[in-house]
Structure formats: structure tokens, C-alpha cells
């Protein structure tokens, strides 16, 4: 019974690649977040969709774009592939925007060389 | 800029000893608090919230106490177990809806 589920759990692939990364989860809530974890463990908010709609989108390169097919639904695609996009992505979702509580899937580990 | 930071990097404590993790914040606009226990793998698990209209919470072992004259929020976990191992993060609401998380501390408990 995943609450949020990720796959792949590990991704390596050279630069230059396109890489995706699905999110899914089955609470019903309506919110979905991707972060990114860096090697120093420090977690930075990358998106935020709530009911298919982009909310939030912080400075990130428009070589990252979110999908959200339905609201249990958020991928991630990432365009030409960089060193320094190598790190933990996470995907999350709360009950509504207001509601802070959010449930974090087990992480993707994106590895390029 | 507005950030959220960890007093200490790591805290190393013997089993059954209290553990205390400390939290400084500087947006003092920010009105939820929570804290995040991260295990080695995994992702972040909510452990515990509070709004800045109180000062203290309790949970089951866990007490989260906000000191907004100083802007520092502390995690207190009681009788601390070996599963209690793990990166603790704070995090503020910022604006937009999202959370902004401190750089988290390693709580390292052993026997």
C-alpha cells in the first residue's frame, strides 16, 4: 500500500540524455511537489501542482518540465542532462495547498556521467 | 536571504538519553513550522507541526517548542531509540504554498 511511489528508484545516464521520472500517488490529495536533495542532503523545492495546475515553480532550468496527467499523476523530464543535475529527486503531495503535511515518496537517484 | 538553519550538523546521544535538535529561522512572516525525519534511503516522514500561534507541542516521545522572540524552534525526542537514527530537517512555510527546509541534522543514537 505505497502511498507515493517513484520509479526508477536509481537512474544513471550520460549527459546529454532525456531522462523522465514518474510520481504517483493514491491518498487523493490534491497536491503534488518534485524536490531536489544534493549530496548535502539539503532539500530545495523544484514544483508544485495542485489539481494539474502549476503553483509553484521555483528557479529551475526549463530543461526540468512537470507533467501532471491527472492530480494522483506528476512526472518529470529533464532535457539534456547536465553533471550537476546528479542528485535525489523527491516527489511529494499534500491534501490541498494549504495543508503542510506532506507525504514524500523514497526518492529517484539520478547519477549522471 | 530568508533561510532556515541547523545550530548543529551532527549529534551523536546514548540510547535512552533525551535527544534535543535545534532549529534557527529568520523569516519571522512564517506561521507553521514542521519537522522532518529523513532515514538512510528514504524520504522525509512528517514527524510533527506547529503553527506560530503556540509555543509547544507534544507528540507520542517528540515535543516540538517555538521561541519566536528568538526565532528558534527546537525537536525534543524523549528516551531516544536506536530507529531514531536519521537526518532531522525544519522546515517554515514560505510564500507559494511550499516549504522551505533547513540543512538538517544527523542524530546518530548509540547503545
Known amino acids: 500500500d505505497t502511498a507515493v511511489s517513484q520509479t526508477p528508484k536509481y537512474l544513471v545516464t550520460q549527459m546529454g540524455n532525456d531522462k523522465s521520472i514518474k510520481c504517483e500517488q493514491n491518498?487523493?490529495?490534491?497536491?503534488m511537489y518534485w524536490y531536489k536533495q544534493d549530496s548535502k542532503k539539503f532539500l530545495k523545492i523544484m514544483f508544485s501542482y495542485n489539481n494539474k495546475e502549476l503553483i509553484i515553480n521555483e528557479t529551475v532550468p526549463n530543461r526540468f518540465s512537470p507533467k501532471s496527467p491527472d492530480k494522483a499523476h506528476l512526472n518529470l523530464h529533464i532535457n539534456s542532462l547536465e553533471l550537476g543535475d546528479s542528485a535525489v529527486y523527491f516527489c511529494a503531495s499534500s491534501q490541498e495547498v494549504q495543508i503542510y503535511e506532506q507525504y514524500f515518496g523514497p526518492g529517484t537517484r539520478l547519477t549522471v556521467t | 536571504g530568508e533561510s532556515v538553519g541547523l545550530h548543529l550538523p551532527t549529534l551523536s546521544v546514548q540510547e535512552g538519553d533525551n535527544s534535543i535538535i535545534n532549529c534557527a529561522y529568520s523569516?519571522?512572516?512564517?506561521?507553521?513550522f514542521i519537522w522532518y525525519k529523513q532515514e538512510s534511503g528514504k524520504g522525509p516522514q512528517f514527524i510533527i507541526d506547529i503553527r506560530s500561534n503556540m509555543d509547544k507541542r507534544q507528540g507520542q516521545r517528540v515535543t516540538v517548542l517555538l521561541n519566536k522572540t528568538v526565532k528558534h524552534l527546537s525537536l525534543q525526542i524523549a528516551a531516544t531509540q536506536p530507529g531514531d537514527s536519521a537526518v532531522y530537517f525544519c522546515a517554515e512555510n514560505k510564500s507559494g504554498y511550499a516549504l522551505n527546509f533547513g540543512k538538517g541534522t544527523s542524530l546518530l543514537v548509540t547503545p
Open positions: 491518498l487523493g490529495h490534491d497536491t
Open positions: 523569516n519571522s512572516a512564517s506561521d507553521y
